[in-house]
């Protein structure tokens, strides 16, 4: 599988972690991961597969991007993530709610409904690919951050809504698609 490089969220990790008050074997039990992995992350000598992002970020309460060094630009407030799906001409809006909202939604899903949910995710997301591309040559620093924020959730919540449906050959497609997006989605590609 295709690793992330570390690039700072290991200290983003380690601020989120101390600004909880919990200590690196908290994190661990949290994660589900052993005390030197967390470790290793902090200090940057181990690089980060989407689902050790995915864990990290759960266990501390925020979103994957929320992982990522502090500095990164901060949306305009009059940009809005619905204007970009009815742009695309999409009716869906699983790119824009709320992280809680899917997670509700996802835990009372069966595999039949999580099957469906995948399936509205890609297709959303597929929905805004030419605008996700024009926007990366042509939108506003504000407009490309808010794309790649929104291409960030569709990956994620296509990897969850693949594992819920226990769709072995779907979960395998979204693993090996979503490093090479992320780091395509972060380069404006």
Same mark, same amino acid.
């Given at each position: ?5 570390? *690039? ?9 972690? !101390? ?6 074997? =908290? /994190? ?5 991961? %052993? ?12 690089? /980060? ?5 995915? =864990?990290?970020?759960? %266990? ?16 305009? +407030? %009059? /940009? ?10 999409? !009716? ?5 709610? %709320? ?7 996802? +835990?009372?899903?069966?595999?039949? !409904? ?14 805004? /690919? ?7 040559? +042509? ?13 960030? =959730? ?11 449906? =226990? ?17 395509? *989605?972060?380069? *404006?590609?």
């Amino acid at each position: 599988m295709d690793q992330i490089g570390d *690039g700072g969220i290991g200290r983003e990790v380690r601020r989120l972690r !101390e600004l909880r008050g919990w200590s690196q074997s =908290k /994190l661990a039990v949290e994660a589900e991961m %052993s005390v030197s992995g967390v470790s290793m992350i902090e200090n940057g000598h181990r690089n /980060l597969t989407t689902t050790t992002l995915e =864990k990290l970020a759960r %266990s501390l309460g925020v979103e994957v991007r929320d992982l990522f060094p502090l500095g990164q630009p901060q949306l305009p +407030e %009059s /940009l809005a993530a619905d204007d970009v799906l009815e742009q695309a001409g999409v !009716e869906t809006r699983w790119g824009v709610i %709320s992280d809680k909202e899917w997670d509700g939604i996802l +835990e009372r899903a069966d595999a039949a !409904e999580a099957m469906r949910l995948y399936e509205e995710v890609e297709a959303e997301r597929i929905a805004t /690919l030419d605008l996700r591309h024009r926007i990366g040559r +042509e939108g506003t620093r504000g407009e490309r951050v808010l794309v790649a924020r929104m291409w960030e =959730k569709y990956l994620v919540r296509g990897l969850r809504a693949a594992h819920a449906a =226990k769709n072995e050959l779907v979960l395998e497609e979204a693993i090996e698609g979503a490093p090479r997006e992320l780091v395509g *989605g972060a380069a *404006g590609g």
